[in-house]
């Protein structure tokens, strides 16, 4: 199964049409997002993409109640970070993000090095990574806002192989 992992979106609708299409390009089945949306009406957009939708807010998502309403009426999953999913029997932690990057980089190592995880994916730093701790897989698919880093990217996950590709858009 392949799966479209964003985060930090922050309202950049044309950046967020531009990673919809990416997706289906890859023929992804869901979209995993790990934060940052900040207004309803771009998860709305993300949303109308019609795929199975599972998400956690981020530091700057304001409105968590009008998001998560969005999401229910939707039929789909919204979640306070950390937030662990299964899919095909592998455990997944999703993350945002906590204070500066490199704190956020620390937890995130050292809950990789516990092994309890197949993978676990956050945003908040607005850099990607991908690497594998101890068997674990990190990913952090990076900003698809573009503001901060000057580059906007997602990632692919394919679940059964627990292997990702980072494409910039």
């Known amino acids: 199964m392949l799966v479209g992992v964003m985060s930090d979106t922050h309202d950049n609708i044309s950046k967020i049409d531009q990673a ?9 089945e869901m979209i995993i ?41 939707a039929g789909q999953e919204l979640y306070d970070p950390p937030h662990e999913i299964r899919i095909s029997g592998k455990r997944i932690l999703l993350i945002h993000g906590y204070g500066p990057k490199e704190r956020t980089r620390e937890i995130v190592e050292s809950i990789a090095r516990g092994g309890s995880y197949n993978a676990i994916l956050y945003g908040h730093t607005h850099e990607a990574n991908l690497r594998i701790e101890k068997g674990t897989l990190i990913l952090n698919p990076g900003e698809v806002f573009g503001g901060l880093t000057g580059r906007s990217s997602v990632a692919v996950l394919d679940i059964d192989k627990m292997e990702a590709k980072i494409i910039e858009i």
């Open 20 to 28: 919809l299409r990416v997706f289906s390009e890859w023929g992804v």
């Open 33 to 73: 997002h790990l934060g940052d949306y900040i207004a309803p009406f771009s998860l709305a957009r993300i949303l109308s993409s019609g795929k199975r939708f599972i998400g956690v807010l981020g530091n700057n998502d304001g409105e968590k109640l009008g998001l998560k309403e969005l999401v229910i009426r």
